[in-house]
């Protein structure tokens, strides 16, 4: 039998009616890592408090000693040093309040703009919905991402990893991905594990600038801050956006990046003297970020009905996607973006390898018109590629082989998108259905970047009902298709009124 949900960490807390206090005693601290002797009745994960106010908490024990993760600053810790344990798991406070600010693992404001007035206190670790409380992921989250709602698409529940070598825009895609959820009801959280500040200051920058803010807040432990608190802070961004999801609330969470958070689970564990597996990663790696990543997902009616999605952030060396974290995460997660450098640095921004990058899940739940325009896509794009090596020698090629030259560079302008600049799925239905039709294949790729800049904006104000009707049904109908083939057909009118 399933077990019901509440069998979790929090009923254990409700039903908990004494009030276990302990004293015990600090042998040893080593790094982020203090030994206690004297805590009998600890469990894993319960917070603890040193008698100088630092908090932690119990990684570990055996017969004789606890092992605690320091979550201050270790040097105010001495040997010989009281500290006080209640047999609770690590709570956070969770609440409406928290969008629109920056908070720490411990949910505590890091913006200076005061205090947040929270609602509950969620435990930092739990567990995952079981099956009975899911159901099969059917609705679109929409990524304003061109190449990735057409080809790599993501469902509300899901997880798509994204992955790639170092500045190859991994960030700004997540971010913008956030950026395209304005007014449409979801909760985004960017959580920041040990990255510098300057990253966390670029993205609550980007976020801030796109307007993002109204449904979004920032979890952030930087490189600066303790090690414990870093390997905590993807657990509170998990416990916050829980409480949004048991709203019946749709969360997107992007964790920027798990590679920071593997290394810190490494240092931990070494300190805690437990035997060191491939690339020195704890025996234990697979276990951490797949207890993690299973907290997403999309819970049934009777959950209230809520979701969270995950995009969680991967960085590899050299383009290995084989290496021990690249490959535990991917096969964790239901698909992955892969970013790469070459892309990237000709021009084509995002940078998504289509050969390498996949989504298991999101396909199913593409809308009907969506569907209809992106089924081709893929195949010619990467026919197109392939096309594209081996002719890049060849002089006089067949006028076949031209012809489809021609459609590709057309594709590839389409689907180069800005940084900050989120289209609207209507907006990628008419661009990729004028591909679709041929009715770019005879035009130059200045005609193709107006075509993609202006078109839209000229549609809407020629025929609004037709936007918004594509908007609603998501679907081509025969009516809306007689009606853009007559706008493709104005817009391109050689003396016709000029769009815009
Ligand atoms: N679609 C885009 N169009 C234009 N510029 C972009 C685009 N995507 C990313 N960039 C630029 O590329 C640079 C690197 O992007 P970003 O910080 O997102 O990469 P990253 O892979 O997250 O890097 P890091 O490894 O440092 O985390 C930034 O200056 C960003 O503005
Ligand atoms: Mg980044």
Redesign the pocket.
Request: aromatic share 6%; proline share 5%; with cysteine.
């Given at each position: 039998m399933v077990e019901p949900r509440e069998a979790d960490g929090r009923t254990a807390l409700k039903s908990r009616q004494f009030d276990i206090k302990e004293i015990g005693l600090v042998r040893e601290v080593k790094g982020m890592v203090a030994r206690i002797v004297g805590l009998p009745s600890c469990i894993s994960g319960q917070l603890v408090t040193f008698s100088s106010g630092v908090l932690g908490m119990i990684m570990g024990y055996d017969l004789h000693e606890a092992h605690a993760l320091i979550l201050g600053d270790a040097a105010e810790i001495r040997t010989g040093e009281q500290v006080y344990g209640r047999a609770e798991p690590l709570r956070i406070p969770v609440g409406d309040a928290v969008i629109g600010r920056v908070v720490n693992a411990l949910a505590e404001p890091m913006d200076g703009q005061g205090a947040i007035a929270y609602a509950a206190h969620y435990p930092i670790f739990r567990k995952a919905p079981g099956i009975m409380e899911r159901v099969p992921i059917a609705k679109p989250l929409e990524t304003g991402i061109k190449i990735l709602d057409t080809m790599v698409p993501i469902g509300k529940g899901q997880r798509e990893l994204i992955l790639?070598?170092?500045?190859?825009?991994?960030?700004?895609?997540a971010l913008d991905t956030i950026l395209n959820q304005q007014g449409k009801g979801v909760t985004c959280i960017y959580c920041c594990i040990g990255?510098s500040y300057s990253?966390l200051a670029?993205a609550v920058q980007h976020l801030t600038a796109g307007d993002a803010m109204g449904f979004t807040f920032i979890v952030a432990e930087t490189a600066a801050a303790p090690p414990g608190r870093q390997f905590l802070v993807p657990y509170a961004a998990c416990a916050l956006g829980e409480y949004f999801m048991d709203q019946g609330k749709d969360v997107l969470i992007v964790f920027?990046?798990l590679t920071r958070h593997a290394w810190i689970h490494r240092q931990i564990s070494l300190l805690l003297g437990r035997p060191p597996g491939r690339e020195a990663y704890p025996g234990d790696m697979f276990y951490t970020h797949s207890q993690l990543l299973e907290r997403a997902g999309a819970l049934s009616p009777e959950k209230g009905g809520g979701s969270m999605t995950f995009l969680p952030?991967v960085?590899t060396q050299q383009g290995d996607v084989t290496g021990h974290i690249p490959s535990n995460v991917i096969s964790i997660t239901d698909g992955q973006t892969y970013?790469s450098t070459p892309l990237?640095t000709e021009g084509f921004?995002?940078a998504i390898d289509l050969g390498l990058s996949v989504s298991r899940i999101g396909s199913k739940v593409q809308s009907s018109a969506m569907r209809d325009v992106s089924r081709p896509l893929r195949l010619e794009y990467l026919q197109f590629k392939e096309l594209e090596r081996v002719t890049k020698l060849r002089a006089n090629l067949s006028e076949d082989m031209a012809k489809k030259l021609t459609a590709g560079a057309v594709l590839r302008e389409l689907l180069i998108?800005?940084?900050s600049q989120p289209v609207p799925t209507e907006h990628q239905i008419v661009l990729f259905e004028a591909h679709r039709r041929g009715v770019l294949a005879t035009r130059s790729i200045e005609e193709v970047r107006r075509f993609k800049r202006e078109f839209f904006g000229f549609l809407q104000q020629k025929n609004p009902a037709l936007v918004e009707a594509l908007k609603v049904t998501q679907a081509l109908t025969d009516q809306i298709t007689a009606r853009l083939t007559q706008a493709y057909a104005e817009f391109f009118k050689p003396e016709g009124v000029r769009p815009l």
């Amino acid at each position: 039998m399933v077990e019901p949900r509440e069998a979790d960490g929090r009923t254990a807390l409700k039903s908990r009616q004494f009030d276990i206090k302990e004293i015990g005693l600090v042998r040893e601290v080593k790094g982020m890592v203090a030994r206690i002797v004297g805590l009998p009745s600890c469990i894993s994960g319960q917070l603890v408090t040193f008698s100088s106010g630092v908090l932690g908490m119990i990684m570990g024990y055996d017969l004789h000693e606890a092992h605690a993760l320091i979550l201050g600053d270790a040097a105010e810790i001495r040997t010989g040093e009281q500290v006080y344990g209640r047999a609770e798991p690590l709570r956070i406070p969770v609440g409406d309040a928290v969008i629109g600010r920056v908070v720490n693992a411990l949910a505590e404001p890091m913006d200076g703009q005061g205090a947040i007035a929270y609602a509950a206190h969620y435990p930092i670790f739990r567990k995952a919905p079981g099956i009975m409380e899911r159901v099969p992921i059917a609705k679109p989250l929409e990524t304003g991402i061109k190449i990735l709602d057409t080809m790599v698409p993501i469902g509300k529940g899901q997880r798509e990893l994204i992955l790639g070598d170092r500045m190859t825009g991994k960030t700004t895609l997540a971010l913008d991905t956030i950026l395209n959820q304005q007014g449409k009801g979801v909760t985004c959280i960017y959580c920041c594990i040990g990255r510098s500040y300057s990253t966390l200051a670029r993205a609550v920058q980007h976020l801030t600038a796109g307007d993002a803010m109204g449904f979004t807040f920032i979890v952030a432990e930087t490189a600066a801050a303790p090690p414990g608190r870093q390997f905590l802070v993807p657990y509170a961004a998990c416990a916050l956006g829980e409480y949004f999801m048991d709203q019946g609330k749709d969360v997107l969470i992007v964790f920027d990046d798990l590679t920071r958070h593997a290394w810190i689970h490494r240092q931990i564990s070494l300190l805690l003297g437990r035997p060191p597996g491939r690339e020195a990663y704890p025996g234990d790696m697979f276990y951490t970020h797949s207890q993690l990543l299973e907290r997403a997902g999309a819970l049934s009616p009777e959950k209230g009905g809520g979701s969270m999605t995950f995009l969680p952030i991967v960085e590899t060396q050299q383009g290995d996607v084989t290496g021990h974290i690249p490959s535990n995460v991917i096969s964790i997660t239901d698909g992955q973006t892969y970013l790469s450098t070459p892309l990237f640095t000709e021009g084509f921004k995002p940078a998504i390898d289509l050969g390498l990058s996949v989504s298991r899940i999101g396909s199913k739940v593409q809308s009907s018109a969506m569907r209809d325009v992106s089924r081709p896509l893929r195949l010619e794009y990467l026919q197109f590629k392939e096309l594209e090596r081996v002719t890049k020698l060849r002089a006089n090629l067949s006028e076949d082989m031209a012809k489809k030259l021609t459609a590709g560079a057309v594709l590839r302008e389409l689907l180069i998108q800005d940084r900050s600049q989120p289209v609207p799925t209507e907006h990628q239905i008419v661009l990729f259905e004028a591909h679709r039709r041929g009715v770019l294949a005879t035009r130059s790729i200045e005609e193709v970047r107006r075509f993609k800049r202006e078109f839209f904006g000229f549609l809407q104000q020629k025929n609004p009902a037709l936007v918004e009707a594509l908007k609603v049904t998501q679907a081509l109908t025969d009516q809306i298709t007689a009606r853009l083939t007559q706008a493709y057909a104005e817009f391109f009118k050689p003396e016709g009124v000029r769009p815009l």
